[in-house]
DNA sequence: AATTTGTTTCTTGCATGCAAGAAGCGGCGG
DNA sequence: CCGCCGCTTCTTGCATGCAAGAAACAAATT
């Protein structure tokens, strides 16, 4: 799995006009979201400038756009780390991401077309099979094209890129493809909820069956990481 | 009104350590969620280098902040403009705006402390004077007080975030004040309806409340915006 | 021995310089 | 008369240089 097309950074749409700082920040984002760089981890510019045969001039101006994204933090005249996330923070996170999630879920609902519904449906059934043959893999794969299809069901640009920015800080935390064996027919079954709830355009049916889809998936998420975080304290 | 608070840019808690970069970035992102600087308008940087007597490197590197955080649009080796929002995505963030709030008098029921709910209702109850005496602008003081206690009891500070982000970025084109005199007594019924259900512990019905809300008021000043957006255009 | 202070060194923040694109313009051809 | 092409000029993108602040270290004092 290319963590790429997760971050917002990758600007590579219509005229790529790729610049040396755009590139590191991309390149770097990428990085983080992938967990090459450990969080706390200090950020030196002349040695990323070096690795990247570049001045610090677009090193600089990377991480300053990083820091404003908030996937690096920057102290003042002491450098530059990879953001800190406490488990508290964690836990807000996740239980945002459900929000958004449902909202997105309420919105497609009602907004979106036929095809998308014909689609959203099919790759749902599609993953069925998945399911009893107990292929990890494949489901996860369905699982993420489940949530893509609602963020881009739910026509609201805006709203999707709160979801791609929040899932991106989140990415990181997820690696841990946490007993996902376990809850395999579970999770088919509250995508089930979600999806008849869309297809009958019950807005609030979608939105509740969503946020609970992503409560338990979060609780376990967060609960698992909270649970090593020391590793990241450093 | 002081419109600095409303700046993500103002990062004055702790050790502020003043850096000409973070000032510049603050100072331009004022200036643009005033609507001093017009969206579409060309930055130049040797221009804004002069006006704040530093040199180009702090005003690249605030300008390339901001493009991070979505205020201006960056064409490389063609300029930086301040970001143009269509009337498509405004109606967008104003429909994610009254997700969010619904999202926080959820958590908001729930969450909060009896400090924090007693707070709310008696905040709320003061500014019934306000609706009798017609005072819009005590109103609209009592207004901001309420959706902010809300955001405080939601006790998430990465909603909180969201939330203001997405406020700050709509602040342009709220200015317009939008003939509340005749929503004057609608809008404490509906505040009303918000507040009975949080204090109730009722989180489905203060989303339900605060969206219906939300979405009279942003109805209008979506479409009230729409309708003279010409004059950004240009 | 521990703490504090002075010094050294290293990193960051900013200024400046230079080269590569892009916009504007004049001339040429259709 | 209009459109296309080469040139000029201007702006941006990046490299480099320098000074100020912070960290690290050592020495001296309590």
Same sequence: chains 1, 2.
Avoid: K
Avoid at 28 to 33: P, R, V
Avoid at 39 to 67: C, H, I, N, Y
Avoid at 75 to 102: D, K, T, Y
Wanted: hydrophobic share 45%; with cysteine.
């Amino acid at each position: 799995m290319h963590a790429a097309n997760l971050s917002f950074f990758a600007r590579t749409g219509g005229a790529p006009q790729r610049t040396r700082t755009s590139e590191l920040a991309a390149a770097l984002a990428d990085e983080i979201l992938r967990g090459q760089l450990a969080p706390g981890l200090r950020l030196d510019e002349q040695e990323l400038a070096q690795r990247f045969r570049v001045s610090r001039t677009p090193v600089r101006e990377a991480l300053g756009q990083l820091a404003a994204a908030g996937l690096v933090e920057h102290r003042p005249r002491r450098g530059v780390i990879v953001a800190v996330i406490s488990p508290q923070r964690l836990h807000e996170m996740f239980a945002v991401m459900a929000e958004l999630e449902a909202s997105a879920s309420r919105l497609a609902a009602t907004a979106m077309t036929a095809e998308e519904r014909q689609g959203l449906d099919a790759s749902h059934r599609a993953s069925q099979t998945a399911v009893h043959h107990s292929r990890i893999d494949d489901y996860e794969a369905f699982n993420q094209e489940f949530h893509t299809r609602i963020y881009a069901g739910c026509h609201n640009t805006y709203l999707r890129d709160l979801l791609n920015a929040t899932r991106a800080r989140l990415a990181p935390f997820r690696r841990a493809q946490f007993n996902l064996l376990g809850r395999l027919a579970a999770s088919w079954r509250e995508h089930d909820a979600v999806v008849n709830a869309i297809l009958r355009g019950d807005g609030e049916g979608a939105a509740r069956a969503m946020r609970e889809h992503l409560t338990v998936v979060s609780g376990a998420a967060a609960e698992y990481v909270s649970a090593q975080t020391h590793q990241f304290i450093a």
